[in-house]
Each structure stands twice: as C-alpha cells, then as structure tokens.
T-cell receptor, first 112, second 112 residues
Framework: GESVGLHLPTLSVQEGDNSIINCAYS??????FIWYKQESGKGPQFIIDIRSNMDKRQGQRVTVLLNKTVKHLSLQIAATQPGDSAVYFC???????????FGKGTRLHILP | DTGVSQNPRHKITKRGQNVTFRCDPI?????LYWYRQTLGQGPEFLTY????????KSRLLSDRFSAERPKGSFSTLEIQRTEQGDSAMYLCASSLTGNEQYFGPGTRLTVT
C-alpha cells in the first residue's frame, strides 16, 4: 500500500516463510534498480540489483523480479529470519544520471 | 573496517549554528554522494562528486549548504545557520561505477 507522511507500509511474516516486498517505480527511463535494507540507526545496505535488460536475478536467499511493462519491482526473501527485520527500499537510476531515487520503504516485521 | 565511515554519528546543535560533517569513502571509490533522510522517508539525493569535482547538486541543497571534496578522498558537508527543518540523517555513499552505491552509517543532526 501507499505510505502517507511518516507512516510506512508494514509487512508481517512468520519466521521461516517467504517474504515478498513490492515496489512501483516512476521513471520509464530508469535502467538500473536496487533493493536496500535499512536497520534502525544504520545506513542503507545494498542487497541486490538488476538491470533493465533482465527480468529476474537471484542472490543468496533473495530474488529480484522486474516487470518493465507495469513498472513494478519485487524482492523475494526465502525462509525469512529474525535478522531480516528492517525497512526495505527499492531504488531506481537511469543511465547517465548518477543519483539514486529511492521509493517508499516497507517495514518487514518477523513474527516468531 | 573498509566501508564508508561518517563522523560524527550524532550532532545536536542550536538553531543558527554552523555544523560540519565528514565522510570517508571506500578507498578506491572515486564517486561520492550525499543524501538526506527524514523520518519515515527514503534518502533524497543532495550532491555528487567524481574525484574532487562536484558534478551535480539537488535543488534541496540551499545556499546554506556547501560540500567539498578537496583531494578527491574524504568529503565534508557544512550547513550554515541551521534551521529546525535541517534535522535529518545525513548519509554519505561511495561508488566505483556509479551504480552500486555503498552507504555509510549516517550523521543524525538534531537542531533545537
């Protein structure tokens, strides 16, 4: 869902289940996409990236899916662990532009 | 630790005072970025250096803000005549390619 003001969307997942965090990006010219994880009091931590010429990329326990037709990005986390609790941001970047544009974050809450 | 470092981690200042933050990037990274993050929001781009040259500045960067990277290594961000609206987390990131940007822990500024 959309966040308004200071309210972050929250996703609650049972420990051991898979998590799927979704993101809509805005710029059709964006050709590079990144997911960041941010724990409380820390800077964003790079998780995984994907270029626009791909639609899927896998890392360790994480998979990013890109649907350019509907400008949608998702992050799948397999076998969610307590250490996965954080705010997750999707981000986009276009070729020739050096700044990263961050989307609205999603807070992932792990249920015991 | 070979990651991006930032000092100080926290700064409390009175309105009207000047503050300066420092960022030390990953040593071989020639690109350095400053972002600002307010509570519940994703980071927003402020400015970018390639080596010692400041190549882009956001409209968010008012004339009270100045950033330098004199020798192409560490960078400083100064805010003059601080205002309460300047209260935020100031994040520094560095990159070798411009795509994968690695963030430091941030400096949390509180203006009273």
């Amino acid at each position: 869902g959309e966040s308004v003001g200071l309210h972050l969307p929250t996703l609650s997942v049972q420990e051991g289940d898979n998590s799927i965090i979704n993101c809509a990006y805005s710029n059709s010219a964006s050709d590079y996409f990144i997911w960041y994880k941010q724990e409380s009091g820390k800077g964003p931590q790079f998780i995984i990236d994907i270029r626009s010429n791909m639609d899927k990329r896998q890392g360790q326990r994480v998979t990013v899916l890109l649907n350019k037709t509907v400008k949608h990005l998702s992050l799948q986390i397999a076998a969610t662990q307590p250490g996965d609790s954080a705010v997750y941001f999707c981000a986009e970047k276009s070729m020739g532009d050096d700044k990263i544009i961050f989307g609205k974050g999603t807070r992932l809450h792990i249920l015991p | 630790d070979t990651g991006v470092s930032q000092n100080p981690r926290h700064k409390i200042t009175k309105r009207g005072q000047n503050v300066t933050f420092r960022c030390d990037p990953i040593s071989e990274h020639n690109r350095l970025y400053w972002y600002r993050q307010t509570l519940g929001q994703g980071p927003e781009f402020l400015t970018y250096f390639q080596n010692e040259a400041q190549l882009e500045k956001s409209r968010l960067l008012s004339d009270r803000f100045s950033a330098e990277r004199p020798k192409g290594s560490f960078s400083t961000l100064e805010i003059q005549r601080t205002e309460q609206g300047d209260s935020a987390m100031y994040l520094c990131a560095s990159s070798l390619t411009g795509n994968e940007q690695y963030f430091g822990p941030g400096t949390r500024l509180t203006v009273t």
